[in-house]
């Protein structure tokens, strides 16, 4: 069992910055990626980002390609999402994702374990 704490959400104006940590205990060994996902309102979750653990590849959506970085910390078991430039439209619930086996990052069937979830709100 892995289990995620998200930290890090909350309200922001558009063009603003804020950065979401995810943090993994439990069962980590063998670690081979980690991922971020958000679902707004009436949609379903959508990729933004994913990090490979190992030689630290990356992933992301085009929306927010340029924008969005994605970067881990492997000692203490945490992958970040540092976002600037946020618009409206970013404003979602974001979910970090862990997975032990390759595949595409973008899809969310191949994530073996979920956190909570947390606001991401930005105002115009």
């Known amino acids: 069992q892995v289990h995620l704490v998200e930290s890090g959400g909350g309200l922001v104006q558009a063009g603003g910055s804020l950065r979401l940590s995810c943090a993994a205990s439990g069962r980590t060994f063998g670690t081979y990626a980690m991922g971020w996902f958000r679902q707004a309102p009436g949609s379903g979750r959508e990729f933004v980002a994913a990090c490979n653990w190992s030689g630290g590849t990356t992933d992301y959506a085009d929306s927010v390609k340029g924008r969005f970085t994605i970067s881990r910390d492997n000692a203490k078991k945490t992958v970040y999402l540092q976002m600037n430039s946020l618009k409206p439209e970013d404003t979602a619930v974001y979910y970090c994702?862990?997975?032990?086996?390759?595949?595409?990052?973008?899809?969310?069937?191949?994530?073996?374990?979920w956190g909570q979830g947390t606001q991401v709100t930005v105002s115009s």
């Open positions: 994702a862990y997975r032990y086996y390759s595949g595409p990052y973008s899809y969310t069937s191949k994530y073996d374990y």
